[in-house]
């Protein structure tokens, strides 16, 4: 009995220490399934502000002077020998900008006054002017005064101040030289020379009347000291090396381009004064 006893005891003493040697069951948690991350949003670039278009200048206030200029689409290439025969003249289409330079020199002698504008008009509007049909009776609607009346309804100006071209007679001769360009004189292929002219024209008509406005000894004295000058005005002297031909070679020679608008320009600075100044 004893036996059995201890027997049972050692048993259970055998079974405690293996209880507490063995590890209790632990329950793993759950693998967690990773989440993929948000991609990060990509901010929109701004977009560049349009840039705001720089109101054009809209003329404002009284018209004081309209500017019209009708000097600039032909250029005149004449040729002169002893006779009336052994001449030529070809006139020539030409885009130098002379009517620009009209306007800019008009804006220069007055000091950049606003109320000096330049006057658009249709092609063609001056060509009863340069060739009238008229020729005994003139007729007065091929005269500037009506022509500018026709082209500004509105009658928005003072004054208009109109530059033309004419036909003047070269200095000594009865040769007759046609508005602005060049010419060539002399004998035969031998002793020869050539010049540049301009012959330009400034008319004052009233904005309210439309009657010309006269001022015939205007510019006098600047004009009786050139016609006075002992030596060849350089302006106009032309190396013969320079003079066109074939006359149709005149639109594309720059040199003679440059020389004819830097004698327009010396022309209208002599001729300007008188007609802009106030009455």
């Known amino acids: 009995m004893f036996r059995i006893a201890v027997s049972l005891i050692a048993l259970l003493s055998l079974l405690t220490t293996a209880a507490a040697q063995t590890p209790p069951a632990t329950t793993a948690p759950p693998t967690q399934t990773a989440v993929p991350a948000k991609p990060v949003a990509k901010k929109a670039t701004p977009k560049a502000k349009p840039v705001a278009k720089q109101p054009v200048a809209v003329e ?24 009336i025969f052994e ?4 006139e020539i289409p030409i885009d130098w900008g002379l009517d620009d330079l009209v306007f800019a020199r008009v804006k220069a002698a007055t000091g950049g006054d606003p109320g000096v504008r330049r006057i658009a008009y249709p092609k063609g509007a001056f060509e009863p002017f340069y060739n009238p049909k008229s020729r005994f009776i003139p007729d007065p609607n091929e005269r500037l005064p009506a022509i500018v009346r026709g082209i500004t309804p509105n009658g928005s100006c003072a004054r208009y101040l109109v530059a033309t071209t004419y036909k003047g007679e070269l200095p000594g001769t009865r040769l007759m030289l046609n508005g602005i360009g060049t010419f060539n004189q002399g ?20 904005g309210r009347s439309y009657e010309e406005i006269k001022r015939p000894f205007v510019n006098f004295g600047a004009n009786f000291a050139a016609s006075m000058r002992l030596t060849e005005d350089p302006l106009t002297k032309l190396d013969n090396s320079m003079f066109p031909d074939p006359p149709a070679a005149a639109s594309a020679n720059a040199t003679l381009r440059e020389r004819t608008r830097t004698l327009v320009a010396d022309r209208l600075d002599r001729g300007l004064p008188g007609y802009l100044k106030e009455d």
């Open 60 to 83: 404002s206030g009284p018209c004081r002077l309209g500017v019209i200029s009708v000097i600039g689409e032909r250029y005149s290439v004449q040729k002169f020998g002893l006779t």
């Open 187 to 206: 004998l035969g292929n031998l002793i020869r020379h050539s010049h540049l002219f301009a012959n330009i024209s400034i008319n004052l008509i009233d």
């Open 87 to 90: 001449s030529e003249e070809t």
